[in-house]
């Protein structure tokens, strides 16, 4: 695979069309594109970034930008590790004529290096889907968004959705669960919430770590034999995925018993592991296709005209890409709503961005006027609330593609809120923080 430099700058005068000397007098709105095109996690990293760029070009080509202020940005090469996550925030949050508009680490460790620099920077530390879950409350974190749905939240609707296909929640006293998680801060980010319903419920939790980068698997499926679950749980990332299923059909667990985590749910996950694969069970934020009005806005304009930010265009309409278009969503409408309060039609900065961010209220409408009903959940987040919408999807793989199996299932806010409180005040007392009165927020 080529290497990526650490820095690629292209993308930005690319996406403009304006000299280095201009750029401080353009309107533009600058967001870093941290990611890594390289190493076991590739698939993950190259779709999204790939698919957020794609939509900062339709709306470049279609609409001129955020009100006339074109969307630029600039590459950065993170390889999923910390240390580099840093320092492409470093080179990166100075850039464009406002700074950086916000962080997309796209990483949990890397989410959990940034949260003191995004706050002392005021530079607003975006993680969709992942990340420090009790960064949700708003008050004692107010640059960090786990936006959409947090690791907590979802697992709350993994077992609501296991519980019923049981006969019920009652139905899980006695049985067993194995949580085969990542070695890593993703990995253990559920192990609180899951602890907390296995008393609830009274179910057994069992939970075992993979180190990195998951290749290598015979020992934790042995372990996995022994304890004879009724339903494991999949908390992998990249190449962890595709050998977890195929350890299972080696060992003879069933594939309709496994429950992955949304970043074990995409086609990269399971096209590997070949039949291994069908039947397997995995949560979404997303949903899969390629016959949403917005993908095919990016056809229209991007691809169609040989702009497509990735060289595969089947890759379109794939679970990673629309979860990139996604990120392209959530990153402009906060821009748009920002530009509301402090000025239409001009950059925005990591400040405002992140006013813009609290009062963000994607409804029905406002999802049809973007061409992604049923794409994406609803969401409204709030100064307290920086989850906003905490819903999740299931689908299935059927050796050939996905199949969507449920509705938007509900997590159990009245479980996982107060702990969010909890960690969150703890985390504060730790840290020497004054938590925010919301109702003094406008």
């Given amino acids: 695979m080529k290497r990526i430099p650490l820095v690629v700058t292209l993308g930005l005068v690319a996406a403009a069309g304006y000299s280095a000397g201009a750029w401080a007098q353009a309107k533009e709105q600058f967001v870093p594109v941290n990611s890594y095109w390289v190493g076991p996690y590739a698939a993950g990293g190259s779709g999204i970034a790939g698919a957020m760029i794609d939509y900062f070009k339709l709306l470049n080509a279609r609409d001129g930008g955020i009100n006339g202020v074109k969307v630029t940005w600039e590459k950065c090469e993170t390889e999923y590790r910390n240390d580099r996550g840093v320092e492409c925030y470093e080179r990166s949050k100075k850039k464009g004529p406002t700074g950086a508009t916000l962080i997309h680490p796209l990483s949990t460790g890397i989410t959990y290096s940034l949260i003191d620099k995004g706050t002392a920077d005021k530079i607003p530390i975006v993680s969709i889907g992942y990340g420090r879950t009790d960064a949700a409350d708003g008050r004692v974190f107010p640059y960090v968004f786990p936006m959409i749905t947090t690791y907590w939240s979802q697992n709350t609707a993994k077992i609501k959705f296991i519980g019923a296909r049981e006969g019920g929640m009652d139905k899980l006293k006695g049985k067993k669960i194995v949580n085969l998680y990542h070695d890593s801060a993703y990995g253990k980010e559920t192990i609180p919430v899951l602890d907390a319903q296995a008393k609830i419920y009274g179910f057994q939790v069992t ?191 059927d050796g050939r593609q996905w199949k969507v199996i449920s509705d938007w299932v509900p997590s159990d806010q009245k479980l996982v809120r107060p702990m969010i409180e909890a960690s969150a005040a703890q985390y504060a007392k730790e840290k020497g923080i004054t938590p925010r009165d919301c109702s003094k927020e406008k």
Wanted: aromatic share 10%; hydrophobic share 40%.
């Fill in 207 to 397: 939970h075992i770590a993979v180190p990195h980068p998951g290749n290598e698997q015979q020992a934790q499926w042995l372990q996995v034999r022994q304890i004879k679950p009724d339903w494991v749980i999949l908390r992998g990332w990249g190449v962890m995925n595709p050998t977890a299923l195929k350890a299972a059909a080696k060992v003879g667990f069933p594939r309709t018993k496994i429950m992955g985590v949304w970043w074990s749910g995409a086609e990269e996950d399971v096209i590997p592991a070949g039949d291994a694969a069908k039947g397997y069970i995995a949560a979404g934020f997303n949903a899969p296709g390629s016959n949403f009005p917005v993908l095919k806005e990016i056809q229209k304009y991007v691809y169609a005209k040989g702009q497509g930010e990735l060289e595969d265009k089947s890759r379109i309409g794939t679970i990673y890409y629309n979860r990139g278009v996604l990120w392209g969503i959530l990153t402009t409408e906060a821009v748009r709503t920002a530009q509301g309060r402090f000025g239409k039609g001009q950059p925005m900065t990591g400040e405002q961005v992140r006013w813009g961010l609290e009062n963000l209220n994607i409804d029905e409408k406002r999802l049809k006027e973007l061409g992604a009903v049923g794409f994406m959940q609803p969401l409204k987040l709030s100064c307290a609330d920086h989850e906003g919408g905490g819903q999740v999807k299931f689908q299935q793989w």
